[in-house]
């Protein structure tokens, strides 16, 4: 059974530092990994998808990396600004793009 | 604009009762899914379908029922069997086949009174 760990659980930061979200994953039979932001109380937005043959995926200044063979994906978050504050949470896709979803990486930037 | 619409957002449900969920989307895709929110926990699937008139379980099903009659709808029904039904449940859809994004609506909070 795929298991999805993120370390650290929270995270605080002052606006400006540049930043690293670790993701790890126990079945590294994958289509993709997603990274997600989610808002207190609100829906998960979708920040970056990465397939299982890619190595990495840039969106400003986010950039998503993936080792597949040793079950692994990081986020690094450049300049960090406090809008950025939010939880971060990784998910893999299996078959029917069913995805498994870690816990999730509190994140605050602090002015 | 297209998205996901959950509603409602805030459900009170009394001891004994069935209560709906809804989803709709106007994104045309074929595959919707619905997830539990537990605090400290991550996202776990309830039930997903890829296709109208089709629908799986997911890994915690139980207590739970869906429909799928239109490509745009995929109504959750949190049953009385279910005995921990307090949670956050989020939908979502996507294109089907590999590597293909979900998009989540903005959630539902469940509540018991």
């Known amino acids: 059974k795929q298991e999805v760990t993120q370390i650290p659980a929270a995270l605080s930061v002052p606006e400006g530092e540049n930043l690293v979200l670790n993701c790890s994953f126990t079945?590294?039979?994958?289509?993709?990994l997603q990274w997600f932001r989610q808002d207190p109380g609100k829906g998960l937005t979708s920040l970056l998808l990465?397939?299982?043959?890619?190595r990495e995926q840039t969106s400003g200044r986010l950039n998503a990396s993936l080792d597949k063979s040793s079950g692994r994906s990081t986020l690094y978050i450049a300049a960090s600004q406090p809008g950025d504050s939010a939880t971060y949470l990784c998910?893999?896709?299996?078959?029917?793009?069913?995805?498994?979803f870690g816990t999730g990486t509190r994140l605050q930037v602090t002015l | 604009d297209g998205g996901i619409t959950q509603s409602p957002k805030y459900l009170f449900r009394k001891e004994g009762q069935n209560v709906t969920l809804s989803c709709e989307q106007n994104?045309?895709?074929?595959?919707m899914y619905w997830y539990r929110q537990d605090p400290g926990q991550g996202l776990r699937l309830i039930y997903y379908?890829?296709?109208?008139?089709?629908?799986q379980k997911g890994d915690i099903a139980e207590g739970y029922s869906v429909s799928r009659e239109k490509k745009e709808s995929f109504p959750l029904t949190v049953t009385s069997a279910q005995k921990n039904p307090t949670a956050f449940y989020l939908c979502?859809?996507?294109?089907?086949?590999?590597?293909?994004?979900?998009?989540f609506g903005d959630g539902t909070r469940l509540s018991i009174l």
């Open positions: 990465i397939q299982s043959s890619q």
């Open positions: 979502a859809s996507s294109w089907t086949g590999g590597n293909q994004p979900q998009h």
């Open positions: 379908s890829q296709i109208v008139n089709d629908f």
């Open positions: 994104l045309n895709h074929d595959a």
């Open positions: 079945d590294s039979a994958i289509y993709n």
């Open positions: 998910a893999v896709s299996g078959t029917a793009s069913k995805l498994t």
